[in-house]
Each structure stands twice: as C-alpha cells, then as structure tokens.
Nanobody, 125 residues
Framework: QVQLVESGGGSVQAGGSLRLSCTDSDYTYSGYYMGWFRQAPGKEREGVAAIDFYGSTSYAESVKGRFTISKDNAKNRMYLQMNSLKPEDTAMYYC???????????????????WGQGTQVTVSS
C-alpha cells in the first residue's frame, strides 16, 4: 500500500531556502509519476513540480528557476529544493504519486491518486 510522508517544512524569511522530502518505505515504485503540490488558505491546490520515473521534470511557471525536484529511486524518496522563497510560496505542501501516464498533465492534482498528509511552509517578508 502506498503511504507517502512529507517532511522538511518550516518557517523561513523571504530569500531563504528549504528542502522538502517525500518518502514511502514500504513500496518499490516502477512506472510512476510523482509531484509536489501546494494549497494556500482559500485557494485551490496547485501543481508545483513533477517528475517521472525516468527523471523528466515539469515545473509551474511561478517556481521555475527557484525550485528543483529530484528523486532517489534506491531510497524511494523525492525532494523539492526551494530557493529564493517568497511570501507567496506560503502554503501546505503535499507530495503525490500515480502509476498512470500523466505526461500530458503532470501538474494537474486531480489525476493523482495517492497523497501525503502535507507539510507547512511559511515564508515571512
């Protein structure tokens, strides 16, 4: 059973950095997409970055050049390195996974079936 757990959130000042991790120690993935999503209070959940099994990545325009998604298949772990953080990056961040072919819409949260509980990121000005 897929159980995703995020870690690494916290509070940081604008311009700072955080690295989020997502892991599931009970499952070995093959042929999947994984992504990071965020949801701020009163807003819809939005895609931040996604990565497929082979390492191809997609990013939301708002985070390009600042965030980097990566993964370690051997450790079943995915990361989101967030640099140059802005107050508008403040949100609950979720990792998600799906085994389907999501190449046409990797940042669409509605197509992912498995979700973690989220980790809060707060960026102060």
């Amino acid at each position: 059973q897929v159980q995703l757990v995020e870690s690494g959130g916290g509070s940081v000042q604008a311009g700072g950095s955080l690295r989020l991790s997502c892991t599931d120690s009970d499952y070995t993935y093959s042929g999947y997409y994984m992504g990071w999503f965020r949801q701020a209070p009163g807003k819809e959940r939005e895609g931040v970055a996604a990565i497929d099994f082979y390492g191809s990545t997609s990013y939301a325009e708002s985070v390009k050049g600042r965030f980097t998604i990566s993964k370690d298949n051997a450790k079943n772990r995915m990361y989101l390195q967030m640099n140059s953080l802005k107050p508008e990056d403040t949100a609950m961040y979720y990792c998600a996974l799906d085994f389907g072919d999501l190449r046409k819409y990797p940042l669409n949260p509605t197509v992912y079936r498995y979700w973690g509980q989220g980790t809060q990121v707060t960026v102060s000005s």
